[in-house]
């Protein structure tokens, strides 16, 4: 069984490794005029990322040899955890604002949303909780509810950053985890009116929601101002016809997407790679998702799955 563990999906690690790599390139490309104007180098945001690499790199080999079944001892600490560092980010002198939200914490010169840290919590403590209950799970009190709570809790903290759709994909994470446990459809269902009341009135009462919302199903009915992002980044990815003006060759990311490292870096990576490049990104990601739920799939404990 050790040895098993510790040999890891070959396809899924040489995709995950191509994807780690055309990040690394992408981020460079993307963003060496912007770090040139605000930073006078080039390499600012690639360092960041190169650091940040090495971590994930370290993380990853560190679990590879990790017994997971560990992990349960665990998950009061890893629940705890998780709200702590919710609350922490809205601590002000805590918390790190920018662009009107405060979704960040600062540890020297390293930034970290705790939010991406607590979705891997709440997934570890609603993994380890269906897989005792699974007898439960037909039951909405006793099997759906708990679960519904705990993630109903993060996603308010985490709205009050504010950050809807960070919250959004936590809510649809442990609502599919739970459905794949064997949880009643007509539950979910309710789960997720509820859900899509709640959300409703925070997307109507917030003008700048309301405005994303709209400038999304029709960007060009406000050009200059909230449609600007999308059509800037339409721009970039019809540019770069089939295959690609070359890459470091993008003319959208002097200044014409500000987060063209971030938020619209696909619009940089069709703009340079073209449709060819933009597949193979998307066919990389498609096979990251095939193999991990391949792997969920074969696995023998529910917990691991």
């Known amino acids: 069984m050790s040895s098993k563990r510790k040999s890891p999906d070959f396809v899924l690690f040489i995709t995950v490794m191509c994807l780690l790599v055309i990040g690394m390139v992408m981020v460079l490309s993307a963003s060496e005029y912007k770090t040139l104007v605000y930073y006078n180098d080039s390499f600012y945001y690639f360092k960041r990322q190169l650091l940040w690499s090495v971590l994930g790199l370290i993380g990853m080999f560190y679990m590879i040899n990790f017994d997971y079944k560990r992990l349960r001892q665990y998950i009061t600490p890893i629940l705890a955890i998780a709200f702590i560092l919710l609350v922490l980010v809205l601590i002000p002198g805590v918390g ?63 709205l009050l950053q504010p950050d809807l759709g960070t919250a959004l ?24 009116a ?46 770069g016809g089939l295959f690609g003006l070359g890459l470091g060759q993008s003319k959208q990311k002097f200044l014409y997407l500000p987060e063209n490292h971030t938020d619209f870096i696909f619009a940089i990576i069709g703009e340079e790679l073209g449709f060819i490049g933009a597949t193979l990104v998307i066919m990389l990601f498609l096979l990251f998702i095939w193999r991990g739920l391949k792997i969920a799939i074969a696995s023998p404990d529910p917990f691991a799955s």
């Open 96 to 158: 790190v604002e920018v662009n009107d939200a405060t979704r960040w914490i600062g540890v020297g010169p390293i930034q970290f949303a705790p939010a991406e840290l607590v979705k891997l919590c709440i997934i570890i403590f609603t993994a380890y909780g269906l897989s005792r209950s699974r007898g439960r799970i037909k039951s909405f009190t006793a099997g759906v509810l708990p679960y519904m709570v705990v993630m109903g809790l993060a996603a308010l903290l985490i």
């Open 169 to 192: 994909s936590l809510a649809g994470i442990v609502i599919v985890m739970v459905f794949a446990a064997g949880a009643r459809p007509s539950h979910l269902i309710t789960v997720v």
């Open 194 to 239: 509820a859900g899509f009341a709640a959300v409703v009135p925070l997307i109507a009462l917030e003008p700048y929601r309301l405005k994303r919302l709209m400038a999304f199903l029709d960007p060009w009915a406000d050009p200059q101002e909230t449609g600007f992002h999308i059509i800037q980044g339409l721009y970039a990815i019809g540019s």
